[in-house]
């Protein structure tokens, strides 16, 4: 069965892959600006950043998809499917890794920062060259959860018409298979993409990860 | 060490020109909020989005009705999910904890699989190859994962018990069951709270997957209204009706259980164990961490 849809099933593969690529380098960028507003000395910034993490994190990721798939091409804004679901999913996910970045700025040491500022480095020197390199080591684990969550939500866009790993049931089953081998492969397709992101992430926490 | 230490360890205190300049980046950074709110305000005016005819519906009492019934149903879904996941948990937890191997090691499969899967594609499959209605299919889908990740959260809370209450319950002469349910769950599961309400949080969110197998939920009836030519296909106001809503009933949850963590840092009873600090901010869906 697997042979015979092997097509059908790599192009479901490859959506997932690439969905879940783009989403999560927009889910880093984002995550670590807000993280950076998060302990921003301008007090506007940091509410910013709490109102963006707060709101993000306890809305039904199902319902943001529903909004910005079904609503923003209301306002004439008309993308592909795709990059909406990328936004959907990468603004998402930015929320969960600013938390987890913001809980890595806090294990540095102080006298880290400290030592900086009495360098004379400004706040964005301070946190750019001295606290979150830092901050990277302790957060390689978390992002790597975070970033496995986001693989597996990334099942929710298949069923707003974008082409990814679980739709691919649809054809099948339309086209007589048997439906629990179906389930069975993209159970595996999902497994090998969860263990190459802990895979890489274990290759990172070994080279760059604090030594326990 | 404490956040605010941290925080300002990152930049000096300002003086009154710094100060100053803050202001102005405040007053800059609200400007450019305004005008981004202004502008969605003048897009949503400019496409008709708050004219009559398209929040007309609500004031219907069958809208509303469909409404209410579609909350009733998410509630449903969560209360039937957030049972079954913590005695499926319980039961896992067991399972992990056991002195047997064979049934250490069937707990520990169990739960790594389920932990490892999207929820969407049990619930998928449960629904489309088992052949069962939507509300069964979403309950099992979101008891048996959230019940593997509660496993691991009651796992990592009766890990967390110091090993001198063990220790003295069993000099005590009580037996193993003894020891784990008066001594060791108790303490374990007060020193999880926080993360099983957080992981409860994740439940609720994730009723909303039932709207993908047409589970008649919040989003379904909202999904109901927005479709409807009549109204002129009111897709933007119902968002704007459901979404404060469904947050508002999440942050709730996770309110709760930062209080509850609160309260158990201040608690006397808890100190003097010297608990795992539980993660309190509420895990992202799909997140696995225990």
Not at chain 1, 94 to 121: D, K, W, Y
């Amino acid at each position: 069965m697997l042979t015979q849809n092997f097509s059908l099933y790599g192009r479901g593969f490859l959506g997932t892959v690439q969905l879940t690529v783009y989403a999560s380098l927009l889910a880093l960028a984002l995550g670590i600006l807000m993280a950076a507003f998060r302990v921003a000395p301008v007090a506007s910034l940091r509410a910013f950043g709490t109102v963006w993490v707060t709101v993000l994190r306890n809305t039904p990721l199902t319902l943001l998809f529903f909004a910005v798939m079904l609503g923003l091409p209301r306002f004439g804004l008309v993308l592909p499917f795709t990059v909406f679901a990328v936004i959907a999913l990468g603004c998402y996910t930015s929320a969960f890794i600013c938390e987890a970045v913001r809980a890595g700025i806090n294990t540095v040491p102080v006298g880290q920062g400290e030592a900086a500022r009495s360098l004379g480095m400004t706040f964005d020197q301070t946190l750019s060259a001295v606290v979150l390199p830092q901050a990277f080591r302790t957060v390689i684990p978390p992002i790597g959860s975070t970033l496995i969550a986001l693989a597996k939500n990334s099942a929710i866009a298949g069923s707003f018409s974008v082409t990814e790993l679980l739709g691919t049931y649809k054809p099948l089953n339309e086209q007589g298979y048997n439906i629990i081998w179906t389930f069975v492969w993209i159970a595996v397709g999902y497994l090998i993409i969860t263990l190459a992101i802990s895979a890489i992430f274990s290759l990172l926490e070994r080279r760059w990860g604090v030594p326990r | 060490m404490t956040a605010p230490a941290t925080t300002s360890a990152l930049y000096d205190v300002p003086g009154p020109h710094t100060r100053r300049r803050h202001r102005m980046y405040a007053l800059a950074g609200t400007a450019v909020l305004l005008v981004l709110l202004g502008w969605i305000v003048y897009l949503l005016i400019h496409t008709g989005q708050f004219a009559y005819r398209k929040w007309m519906p609500f004031e219907y009492k069958g809208i509303q009705e469909l409404l209410l019934n579609g909350l009733a149903g998410t509630l449903k879904a969560f209360g039937m999910a957030a049972a079954g996941s913590l005695a499926l948990g319980g039961v896992l937890a067991a399972g992990r904890l056991s002195e047997h191997r064979p049934l250490r090691w069937v707990a520990t499969l169990v739960v790594e699989f389920f932990r490892a899967m999207p929820v969407l594609v049990m619930i998928f499959f449960v629904f489309v190859a088992l052949r069962v209605q939507p509300l069964p299919a979403l309950v099992t889908g979101l008891t048996l994962y959230n019940g593997s990740v509660l496993a691991e959260v009651f796992r990592a809370g009766v890990n967390s018990v110091e090993r001198g209450q063990r220790e003295a319950a069993y000099s005590l002469g009580l037996r193993k069951t003894q020891v784990m349910m008066s001594v060791l769950v108790p303490q374990g599961v007060r020193a999880m709270l926080p993360a099983i309400i957080s992981q409860l949080v994740v439940a609720l969110k994730d009723t909303s997957l039932g709207f993908l197998i047409t589970y008649e939920e919040f989003l379904h009836a909202g999904k109901l209204i927005a479709s409807n030519l009549d109204y002129g296909l009111p897709f933007i106001p119902v968002v704007m009706v459901i979404s404060p809503i469904y947050i508002g009933m999440c942050m709730l949850l996770s309110w709760f259980a930062n209080w509850v963590a609160k309260r158990e840092r201040r608690s006397v009873k808890t100190r003097q164990v010297e608990v795992a600090a539980a993660e309190p901010a509420a895990p992202m869906p799909g997140d696995t961490r225990g």
